[in-house]
């Protein structure tokens, strides 16, 4: 039986959607400042975003972007097998500062998906908090 999978971090940020955004695109690329795992590295294929053509590869996912809104959301197709579903990054203006969401919303098989959920659970966990962090010391700067 499958199972729905939805988790929602949120962090709100003293900075701009366009500052943000652009910290979130560059991503996996040469000019990345905010990933916080060099250990496990987040990849994507290179060049801009391009949906159905930009893919990306970290903590055991494999996605294609479906869609990139300057300044509003990213969001990627998750590949994997026994996933269907999303993840991705939605911004929001507070007044002078930026709601930051990162979401996952997929349905997971019954085998597959599960194992992989299991795996991946503590290190999104612990990568959303540290992206996070990161976001705000690069801000700061």
């Known amino acids: 039986m499958p199972i ?13 959607k366009r500052r943000i955004y652009h910290l979130l695109e560059e991503m996996g690329t040469s000019g990345d400042q905010i990933w916080p795992f060099a250990s496990q590295p987040f990849m994507r294929s290179p060049g801009p975003l391009t949906p159905e053509k930009t893919e ?18 990213i969001v990627w197709r998750i590949l994997n097998d026994g996933v269907e579903g999303t993840h991705g990054f939605y911004l929001t203006s507070e007044g002078k500062e930026t709601k930051l969401e990162y979401r996952i919303e997929a349905t997971l098989s019954e085998s597959d998906g599960r194992l992989l959920w299991r795996r991946f659970e503590d290190a999104f966990e612990r990568s959303t ?3 996070f962090d990161k976001i705000g010391r690069v801000l700061k700067r």
């Not at 729905?4 to 701009?16: D, I, K, M, N, Y």
């Not at 590869?57 to 494999?62: C, D, P």
């Open 4 to 16: 729905a999978l939805r988790e929602t971090r949120s962090r709100t940020f003293h900075g701009t």
């Open 56 to 73: 990306e590869w970290h903590l055991g996912l494999h996605a294609v972007l479906g869609e990139a809104l300057p300044e509003d959301r």
């Open 129 to 131: 908090e540290g992206l």
